[in-house]
């Protein structure tokens, strides 16, 4: 009998599948935020930054398998902690979309604003964008993987024209020596620059897809971690060499980079389009979520039967997102820093689930020691953090009334464990049920956590 090869991606392709997915329009605002932020120590916080993920990536390649529907986040906080906790989690992501997603759209707006020389029209750019996202799933309308891919490799292409652009004849010397200050700095630059890697663990999507998942996961994610890292490195330290710190757009400096105003035009219009393509990908996403987290009682009833429902509350929540920043632009630089706070709370509450459900180990120790310098950033980064303990907060006071209560808000009768565990609404003991059914050796996550399905699959951060 002939041995029979595996069927999969290879390693090369896998690589480019996953820079595709963890590239996104972020990397229009982050370089000039990040040098705005911590002048010289730049490169320092993207290089912290980046360390911070690799432990993690150990530990989503471990939650893959805990969930074959690819709610590895959900599934392994439920396992880890609580079930009720596992149900906060796709709550929280959905408040880190009605602020993050918004905010971009804003960037994007600014970016046309500039470029195009379209005074005052960044707030109707960024609405419209919003409007059209809505809209297009409202029709049923999706942009396919290769249009993401393609938006995608717009964008990089842009930046890589605007770093050989912005480097040549540069009228600043190249400058990456921290100054005494970085200590003051430093950590809440991390915290902002994390904006650009929050999400990888979608990632765990690729892995099925993989020849060899256990073996391949790893090497290409922690590849493609490394290419988009060194891709923002690039554009920042460009940034770096055309405009000083404090005189710097923290939003839109990319433009600095545009040494013509056509170039500019063209950059305007490349974020613009990667922007509208984002936005679909994560209101598909986060309706799909919405939905989810309807069935399985954690949210009203009324949103996962009505479609119009669920576009009306993202529609009140990214209209408010873009009330106050058109109200003070200023905010929009610390919106991106308040949406990365609530997901660094979530990979705390992953890495505190990991540690319990796996025990002591290497990997688990490893990401324990992730977690004082997580705290850290989020206690420097001041009023930064304040919405996301306030989500993470109400998220978790939310979750546990729903468990406890019942979705109809009055506790729920007594039941039988297997009563309970049959449907939505979980009774105590069937809670206590269901954690103790955890600990069998199965393949996926309970069904009655079936959690959402990561918001955005093969689409970053807006």
């Not at 195009?116 to 999706?142: C, D, E, P, S």
């Not at 936005?279 to 919405?290: C, E, F, P, T, Y």
């Not at 576009?311 to 209209?319: P, S």
């Not at 505190?352 to 420097?380: E, I, K």
Request: glycine share 12%; aromatic share 6%; proline share 6%.
């Amino acid at each position: 009998m002939t041995a029979t090869k595996p069927s999969g991606l290879g390693r090369a392709s896998a690589v480019l599948l996953a820079f595709g997915s963890i590239a996104g329009s972020g990397i229009l605002s982050l370089p000039s935020a990040v040098y705005a932020q911590s002048g010289s120590g730049c490169l320092l916080v993207w290089a912290v930054a980046a360390l911070l993920c690799l432990p993690m990536l150990v530990m989503f390649r471990d939650a893959m398998g805990l969930s074959g529907g690819g709610d590895a986040v959900q599934v392994l906080v439920s396992r880890g902690l609580r079930p009720w906790v596992g149900a906060a989690m796709p709550l929280m992501f959905l408040f880190v979309v009605v602020v993050g997603l918004p905010t971009g759209c804003a960037v994007a707006g600014r970016y046309v604003e500039r470029g195009l020389g379209w005074g005052g029209g960044g707030a109707v750019v960024a609405g419209a964008l919003l409007a059209l996202a809505l809209g297009a799933n409202l029709a049923g309308a999706r942009a396919g993987t290769l249009v993401q891919l393609a938006g995608g490799a717009a964008l990089v292409t842009t930046g890589l024209v605007l770093v050989a652009a912005g480097s040549w004849d540069a009228p600043r010397p190249l400058d990456v020596v921290p100054s005494g200050a970085i200590g003051e700095t430093l950590l809440p630059g991390v915290l902002l620059a994390f904006w650009a890697f929050v999400g990888f663990e979608n990632l765990t999507f690729l892995g099925r897809d993989l020849a060899d998942p256990r073996r391949h996961f790893l090497p290409v994610s922690a590849v493609a971690l490394g290419l988009y890292g060194g891709f923002a490195v690039a554009l920042t330290l460009a940034v770096s060499v055309r405009a000083d710190q404090h005189s710097v757009d923290p939003v839109a400096g990319l433009l600095e980079l545009a040494t013509s105003p056509a170039l500019q035009g063209l950059v305007a219009v490349v974020a613009a389009a990667a922007m509208l393509i984002n936005a679909a990908a994560w209101v598909r996403g986060i309706d799909s979520l919405l939905a989810g987290s309807s069935r399985n009682g954690s949210l009203p009833r009324v949103f996962g039967a009505s479609a119009w429902a669920r576009t009306a509350l993202l529609a009140a929540l990214f209209t408010a997102t873009l009330a106050t920043l058109a109200a003070d632009p200023s905010l929009t630089v610390d919106a991106l820093a308040a949406s990365s706070a609530v997901f660094v709370l979530i990979y705390l509450v992953c890495i505190v689930s990991y540690v319990r459900s796996h025990g002591p180990s290497a990997r688990t120790v490893a990401n324990l020691a992730l977690v004082p310098v997580m705290a850290a950033a989020l206690v420097q980064s001041g009023t930064r953090s304040v919405y996301g303990i306030l989500v993470a907060a109400g998220c978790l006071a939310w979750s546990r009334t729903r468990a406890r209560n019942g979705p109809g808000g009055s506790p729920n009768p007594q039941r039988n464990p297997s009563e309970a565990l049959s449907g939505p609404r979980r009774t105590l003991a069937g809670a206590a049920a269901q954690r103790r059914r955890a600990v069998s050796p199965r393949p996926s996550g309970p069904q009655d956590q079936e959690g959402p399905r990561a918001p955005y699959r093969g689409v970053r951060e807006p």
